[in-house]
């Protein structure tokens, strides 16, 4: 149960970060093309990397989200859990149990023999987060670098 408040408040926070992110980028980004420097469209494409990083998040988070509302039906049709069926009716009959990370996202099928198989999470929504997260951040640090640089050319030597 813990599980599904805590996904309920990533997707809600979600569906605050990724609009904002990308206004910011894009308010940033417009407002640099006018100054000569480097940093301020660095800064953007951090914000709209960090933006698209959230919304993948959000997009993978709404179908982890969908995956516990099921395991927790109940009736002749419970068993074996909604979501394990993806991986075929003869391995979901050895599903023992299941697991849910957060990252990264991933809902696990826990077998009888051992091991599991994940379903419920697209293929590229993790791939997807970590390449635009490492995106943001590059470009945040070269940003910052980028602004200090300019900074020091702009200020006379004591």
């Given amino acids: 149960m813990l599980e599904f408040f805590v996904l309920v408040a990533v997707v809600l926070a979600g569906l605050v970060a990724a609009p904002v ?78 697991s849910v990370s957060f990252l990264p996202l991933r809902f696990t099928c826990e077998l009888r023999a051992g091991g599991g198989y994940t379903v419920a999470v697209p293929g590229y929504v993790n791939p997807a987060v970590g390449v635009l997260g490492l995106a943001a951040v590059a470009c945040g640090i070269l940003a910052g670098a980028a602004g200090e640089r300019s900074d020091r050319k702009r200020s006379p030597a004591p």
Avoid: N
């Fill in 21 to 98: 992110l990308f206004i910011l980028g894009t308010v940033v980004l417009v407002r640099s093309s006018s100054d000569a420097g480097p940093s301020g469209g660095l800064r953007g494409v951090a914000l709209l990397s960090a933006g698209g990083a959230a919304a993948a998040y959000l997009w993978g988070a709404l179908h982890l989200l969908g995956a516990v509302l099921t395991t927790d039906d109940s009736g002749t049709d419970a068993f074996p859990i909604q979501p394990c069926r993806e991986g075929g009716m003869a391995r979901a009959e050895t599903v023992v149990d299941h």
